[in-house]
């Protein structure tokens, strides 16, 4: 296996960590500010429900990623 394979295989394995941790923090953020807004007795309002759906569809594309990305990584492998 070529030093170049090898670099390869390491960045696949660097892009699905750092987007688990991207998304880690990003729920932890609308946890956080879920949280705030019942600690102060404040209602839902429609940029919450906003930052709810941008989550979602934070999380679909990150899963869409690691799902092709390591779908690459096996196949570079063989």
Do not use: H, P
Not at 13 to 40: C, E, G, N, P, S
Not at 46 to 59: P, Q, R, T, V
Request: charged fraction near 20%; include cysteine.
């Amino acid at each position: 296996m070529s030093d170049v394979s090898r670099t390869a295989d390491n960045v696949g394995y660097k892009v699905v960590a750092a987007t688990v941790v991207a998304l880690f923090l990003a729920f932890a953020a609308v946890i956080m500010r879920f949280i705030a807004r019942k600690y102060q007795g404040m209602r839902t309002y429609w940029e919450d429900w906003f930052i709810y759906a941008g989550l979602i569809c934070k999380l679909g594309i990150d899963i869409g990623g690691i799902l092709r990305e390591s779908k690459s990584m096996v196949t570079r492998r063989i």
